[in-house]
């Protein structure tokens, strides 16, 4: 490796160009909604599941599609130093979670109802709610064919918004249809698309014969008339494709879930077949799905396992979290319990003590530490504990020491009431610092 590319032991080392640090208070927003996800899929019966972040690069290219944008041009693939093999930064999570599925042979039992959280990658412009390293969280069920796990899934989402106080979101509804109906709305692509070759941009033309489909996800304005013009896949759906579309809409119908169909709403990964769907919003500008998925029957099987039907969708956290400070929201993180004040340096083996027990029983609580000339003065210490937002100051003094005491003072309610608590009786007084009252 040269020296350009170790850098001088002085240089300012800095993060990759859109990889960025997470750091608090911001880190607690993402917690604050982690959390919130794992108590919902725990009501929905949706189990936690963690795959790799490194993959096998023909896992993307079979599962999302070699001519996707994905694979042809975001995807961060190398080749391991040590026996060559292609591997890549996984750029979205279903065709890992499909291949755990298929390796651990996880349908042997029946359906499985998942859910993941972590980072992706892909090698796009950084811009506003969209990097090159992106945490995203998602729900999959594999193993169920019906359209009410479609609804489910939907509803789950509808749910995540209400807890999280989101409003201003849209729901879109589409439906790719099957197989041999995909084919016949292929054919007609072609040849619509043939007759206004003229219209197309280079990236459409190169796409006509190879994925037409991506053609009507163009955000290319001098090309909307032809795209509004062009064969949709619903006119090509039978019996049975139409009729999980309609079974879906009655029961986000019954459900009080609005819903737009829109004809022309594609997934970016080839994968998918019968509904689609996106959450969308017109609060962050170009960047306006939040969350999106779909049905993928087909997946399994083409990674290796035996046929089964699946779907799920994916949000963008960073997303989600810029739509909630939107909004005017914030999010609700809990401050901390106490503050301890610990006048002299000698005090600190039963302050250790005390605190590890209060923390025993679930009480948050920070201490403020020394300095090489001791622990600084209670004026100084007593700053400390308000810029840390904790509702409570414990002053271990020397006098209360003395009697196995200590006090705690309240620095939130305006009060600034002082009550005195023996350290004997911990683990009754202890609720009384978690009260939000």
Same mark, same amino acid.
Request: proline share 5%.
């Given at each position: 490796?040269? !020296? ?27 917690? $604050? ?29 079979? *599962? ?14 190398? !080749? ?121 941009? !280079?990236?459409?033309?190169?796409? +006509? ?19 509004? #013009? ?55 500008? /170009?960047? @306006?799905?939040?969350?999106?998925? *779909? ?17 799920? $969708? ?15 929201? @914030? ?16 005090? +600190? ?7 590890? /027990? ?5 009480? #948050? ?5 020394? /300095? ?27 006098? !209360?020491? #003395? ?31 978690? #009260?939000?009252?």
């Amino acid at each position: 490796m040269s !020296e350009k590319e170790i850098g001088t032991k002085s240089e300012k080392l800095t993060a990759v160009k859109g990889m960025n640090d997470v750091l608090p208070p911001d880190s607690a927003a993402v917690e $604050w909604l982690e959390n919130r996800v794992r108590i919902l899929m725990a009501r929905y019966a949706y189990r936690n599941i963690r795959t790799p972040i490194v993959e096998r690069t023909p896992l993307f290219v079979r *599962g999302l599609g070699e001519v996707t944008d994905i694979v042809e041009k975001e995807m961060y693939s190398f !080749e391991d130093r040590l026996n060559g093999d292609p591997l890549t930064l996984r750029p979205e999570a279903t065709a890992g979670v499909v291949r755990a599925v298929v390796e651990h042979s996880m349908l042997y039992d029946g359906g499985k109802r998942l859910y993941y959280m972590g980072p992706m990658f892909r090698h796009e412009r950084p811009q506003r709610g969209r990097y090159r390293q992106f945490d995203q969280i998602g729900a999959e069920a594999l193993g169920f064919g019906g359209a009410e796990v479609d609804a489910e899934l939907i509803l789950l989402a509808v749910a995540l918004w209400k807890d999280v106080g989101l409003t201003d979101v849209r729901l879109e509804l589409n439906s790719l249809g099957q197989p041999q109906e995909r084919l016949l709305h292929r054919q007609a692509l072609i040849a619509h698309f043939e007759l206004h070759a003229d219209m197309l941009d !280079e990236d459409a033309r190169r796409r +006509l014969y190879s994925n037409p489909l991506r053609i009507l996800d163009t955000k290319n304005p001098a090309m909307q008339s032809v795209v509004e #013009s062009a064969p949709r896949p619903l006119d090509y759906l039978g019996e049975a494709s139409l009729a999980h579309f309609n079974t879906l809409k009655s029961i986000l119908d019954a459900n009080g879930v609005a819903y737009t169909v829109n004809p022309r709403l594609v997934r970016g990964m080839d994968y998918y077949n019968l509904t689609v769907f996106e959450f969308t919003t017109d609060r962050l500008g /170009s960047q @306006g799905t939040v969350c999106a998925g *779909g049905r993928y029957d087909y997946l399994v099987e083409q990674l290796g396992g035996k046929p089964a039907p699946a779907v799920g $969708w994916a949000l963008g956290v960073d997303r989600v979290l810029e739509l909630i400070k939107e909004q005017g929201l @914030g999010t609700v993180v809990e401050p901390l319990d106490a503050y301890a004040i610990v006048p002299d340096v000698l005090a +600190l083996p039963l302050v250790l003590q005390t605190l590890q /027990s209060l923390r025993a029983v679930g009480v #948050s609580v920070q201490m403020h530490t020394s /300095s090489g000339e001791g622990m600084g003065s209670m004026k100084s210490q007593f700053k400390r504990a308000d810029a840390s937002g904790a509702r409570h100051a414990l002053i271990f003094g020397a006098d !209360e020491i #003395s009697r196995n005491l200590l006090t705690v003072k309240s620095l939130r309610d305006g009060s600034g009431a002082q009550v005195t608590k023996s350290l004997a009786d911990i683990a009754d007084w202890a609720p009384t610092l978690q #009260s939000r009252t």
